[in-house]
């Protein structure tokens, strides 16, 4: 990655979005990484314990399994520098590509592991660091798919086509979830002995099916644009970044904060309801987070279409400030032992409510900074909002006590996670009517004649 998008003759006519082909790019390529990402905090939850760590304690066990699992978040802010520099200074497609075959080749390794009865503690150092290259894969890939959707999208459905990004999120975490889910049946020496590992070899088809997608989309208009310009590509995307946009930077990481309602969900949750203390059911608890994704896959495009017509704030606001007060009642209910209501809470909780900070966010968050620092702006921002949001799945554990079953006090946790979101949601700019070439600007830049006529 060392040479710059070559600046196009001004004479040339300006180039045209593809906003369906960039959309269906960003879809496919987020679920295939986001499967891969999220099949790691399944196997974090129900096999690793048992597998790289020493089950004399398995409470200790757990609970360095799922700080593995907290290591690629801390590892995304380091990826976020790199990749967001990349791709503010040579494209977003690039950047695209690269992610996804990393995710591929690091989440196929896990795969290959030796054990810790194998190899001794030499097997949960590898683990960690095939984990780091997730972390660094995943700190690129939903900036630069937000980004490439953004630019390539009408100014008065950005929001719609931008959420394909986190429909492919929720997409990839339903296919890792169905994976656990057919080897889960498995009896219990043959899950922890080979059939863990199933999962993550079908990288392997992520790796090649991503980069055939990604190779064949254009890269986006606004960047096009932004080469051709006298100024071209900053050359120094952090430089500018800091200097100018540091404010919002700030508001995204606030925001980002509310990706705890998802992690706390998906794994610490699952932990709980199949730890000794409550007893429930593997396969079950894992159709909970199946039939979730599900409706978020109908929910996240639809709360998209309102931001494109009421605004982003509100409905961010709505998933902010809603999901952690449902997250008392899906725990309650886990903790009661009661299949219906953990079905029907859970689904409520992260299927509908959070799908509407899930949605809004590529858009909101990118809408906030110009062309010329948009992905390293999201990229930063975003990955180090989600380091806390990874990591908050080990502070659940401890904060759960010794027994691990007290849930009131994971789910106020989580609740205080997510006051930090809702007060940058409320302090940040409205850019629903903004003009794609006047995003990130100062407000009075987009005059009244210049604003986006929403239908």
Avoid at 50 to 61: L, N, R
Avoid at 136 to 157: F, K, W, Y
Avoid at 279 to 290: C, F, H, K, Q
Wanted: net charge neutral.
């Amino acid at each position: 990655m060392t040479d710059v998008v070559p600046a196009p003759s001004s004479d040339a006519p300006p180039p045209q979005g593809q906003p369906r082909k960039a959309a269906l790019a960003a879809w496919i390529g987020s679920a295939l990484e986001y499967y891969d990402f999220f099949i790691y905090g399944s196997a974090a939850a129900l096999v690793f314990p048992h597998v790289f760590f020493d089950e004399s304690d398995p409470a200790t066990a757990t609970l360095l399994s799922l700080a593995t699992f907290g290591v690629a978040y801390a590892a995304r802010p380091i990826g976020a520098l790199f990749l967001g520099h990349f791709g503010d200074r040579l494209g977003r497609r690039k950047i695209m590509v690269f992610t996804l075959v990393l995710m591929g080749l690091a989440t196929f390794a896990i795969g290959c592991l030796p054990t810790r009865d194998q190899v001794g503690t030499l097997a949960p150092v590898l683990l960690v660091l095939c984990r780091v290259l997730q972390g660094i894969s995943a700190a690129g890939e939903q900036a630069s798919a937000g980004s490439m959707t953004l630019e390539h999208a009408p100014a008065d459905r950005r929001a719609y086509f931008t959420s394909f990004t986190l429909s492919g999120t929720q997409a990839g975490q339903l296919l890792a979830t169905l994976a656990f889910l057919a080897v889960a049946t498995l009896p219990e020496d043959q899950l922890l002995s080979w059939g863990w590992r199933i999962p993550f070899w079908l990288s392997a088809v992520v790796a090649i099916v991503g980069y055939i997608i990604r190779r064949t989309l254009h890269e986006t208009p606004e960047f096009s644009r932004q080469a051709a310009t006298s100024e071209g590509p900053a050359k120094l995307p952090l430089a500018v970044l800091l200097r100018e946009h540091w404010a919002d930077v700030l508001r995204v990481i606030a925001c980002a904060l509310v990706a705890s309602v998802s992690t706390i969900f998906t794994v610490w949750a699952l932990s709980y309801a199949t730890s000794d203390a409550v007893g429930m059911n593997r396969s079950a608890m894992l159709w909970v987070s199946a039939l979730a994704n599900v409706v978020a896959l109908a929910a996240i495009p639809l709360w998209a279409r309102l931001a494109d017509r009421i605004g982003r704030r509100p409905v961010f606001l709505v998933g902010a400030i809603g999901s952690p007060l449902l997250m008392f009642g899906y725990l309650w209910a886990i903790s009661t032992g009661s299949y219906p209501l953990s079905f029907l809470l859970g689904i409520l909780a992260f299927g509908v409510v959070y799908s509407a900070a899930n949605g809004v966010w590529p858009s909101f968050y990118g809408e906030m900074f110009p062309t010329r620092v948009r992905l390293s702006g999201m990229a930063i921002g975003t990955q180090i909002g989600f380091a806390v949001a990874g990591f908050a799945v080990t502070f659940a554990a401890q904060i759960a006590g010794p027994d691990g079953d007290n849930w009131f006090a994971v789910a106020l946790f989580t609740a205080a996670l997510c006051l930090p979101p809702a007060i940058g949601a409320l302090t940040a700019r409205e850019t629903r009517t903004v003009p794609t070439e006047l995003l990130g600007e100062p407000a009075p830049a987009a005059s009244a004649k210049d604003r986006v006529t929403v239908a």
